[in-house]
């Protein structure tokens, strides 16, 4: 090879190299991009958890923003009543009381313990915690019973034979004073929230066993009625089930302030 075919063969290399380093700088230009960008998105969402919880499907306006001064330390007992073989009242469209009760105690549990509250649930699941009624109800009782409590809130849905009726309700223990405190509180926020058609109102029950159980303040939401369409619908919906959780999130602190200023 003479002088003028490897000066020849040396510019192509050259021209060769030159698109590789090209190739090479622009990926690196879009990875460091990428990078800058995705932590952008992990640092504004608060970390690397903020990934994890973003795959759970929440409804939104979930966020109560800040501790609440009555609710910093308080344990609160969230009951979601019913579970595995025991799926509770079945509403017009089919759907199990039992699921609904979860996800509305949920939603509860998430808005309390933002607020400051120390949460305790008898579950976090479909499931029952034991395979009869009677081993169940015994085992929320011990857990509840043995949680040391301020309060407890048990969440269900109500059924009645008058597809009419409508409205939560909100149950409390016969005789006791803060139970009809706590429950009257939780009954006017959830009609300031909800306004259903008729304002709901607290009532006292003297044979219901999770309002029996340990010796704080307990009530019993009846969230609404699935054998009402209308209602059914609703207590379906993601934001109305935030809804009432924000409700009855928003009494319990109310009942708190009361006891702070009383």
């Known amino acids: 090879m003479n002088e ?4 020849k063969e040396k510019g192509k290399k050259r021209k060769i190299n030159a698109k590789k380093l090209s190739r090479t700088a622009a990926a690196l230009c879009f990875l460091a991009a990428a990078a800058i960008i995705a932590v952008y998105f992990i640092e504004k969402n608060g970390g690397a958890g903020a990934i994890a919880a973003a795959a759970v499907p929440v409804a939104q306006d979930t966020q109560t923003g800040s501790l609440d001064p009555a609710l910093s330390g308080r344990i609160i007992v969230v009951d ?3 579970g595995g073989e025991d799926p509770g009242a079945a509403g017009v469209s089919g759907v199990f009381e039992s699921e609904l009760n979860l996800r509305v105690a949920a939603l509860l549990k998430r808005r309390l313990e933002e607020a400051g509250a120390k949460v305790v649930m008898t579950r976090e699941d479909e499931n029952a915690l034991a395979d009869t009624k009677a081993a169940d109800m015994a085992k929320r009782k011990d857990i509840i019973a043995g949680s040391g409590a301020d309060i407890a809130v048990s969440v269900h849905m109500n059924y009645f034979g008058d597809p ?10 016969y005789g006791s004073a803060e139970g009809e405190k706590l429950a009257g509180a939780v009954m006017e926020s959830l ?3 909800l306004a259903p058609k008729v304002p709901g109102t607290a009532r006292y029950e003297k044979d219901i066993f999770i309002l029996k159980c340990g010796a704080q303040p307990s009530i019993l939401v009846e969230c609404g009625y699935l054998s009402n369409p209308e209602e059914e619908g609703k207590l379906k919906d993601a934001d109305y089930q935030d809804r009432i959780a924000k409700a009855v999130c928003a009494g319990i602190t109310a009942y708190f302030e009361q006891q702070r200023g009383g």
Do not use: C, I, T
């Open 164 to 173: 009419s009726v409508s409205g939560p309700v909100v149950l409390f223990m």
């Open 4 to 7: 003028e075919d490897r000066a």
């Open 80 to 82: 979601a009543g019913h």
């Open 191 to 193: 009609n300031a929230e």
